[in-house]
Nanobody, 129 residues
């Protein structure tokens, strides 16, 4: 069983930056493929960014078109952490952000929620205009 705990959400003005973090349990974290999703009120949960385990210490990052160039996903395997650095935030980025994990390598982008087995409780990000 993998447990995920997000932190770092908050209120920020448009154009600002925020970093959300996800702490994961488990001794084989480096072999997890991780993702960030978000869900705004009345909308479906959508993919934001993912970092796929390919092999050994090789990972590959994927991004939704709406955040490409503004958001950066990264991981620290020594700390069992995954991060989402969000720059140039827009009001439409307002949502609850969820961390997700699956214990296997991904040969392609994992952009659908059902591809992940474990989820955190979410952290609220609010961007004011």
């Amino acid at each position: 069983q993998v447990q995920l705990v997000e932190s770092g959400g908050g209120l920020v003005q448009a154009g600002g930056s925020l970093r959300v973090s996800c702490a994961a349990s488990g001794r084989t974290f480096r072999t997890y493929s991780m993702g960030w999703f978000r869900q705004a009120p009345g909308k479906q949960r959508e993919f934001v960014a993912g970092i796929r385990w390919i092999r050994d210490n090789t990972n590959y990052a994927d991004y939704a078109d709406s955040v490409k160039g503004r958001f950066t996903i990264s991981r620290d395997n020594a700390k069992n952490m995954v991060y989402l650095q969000m720059n140039s935030l827009k009001p439409e980025d307002t949502a609850v952000y969820y961390c997700a994990a699956v214990e296997r390598k991904m040969t392609g982008p994992a952009v659908v929620p059902r591809e992940y087995d474990y989820w955190g409780q979410g952290t609220q990000v609010t961007v004011s205009s």
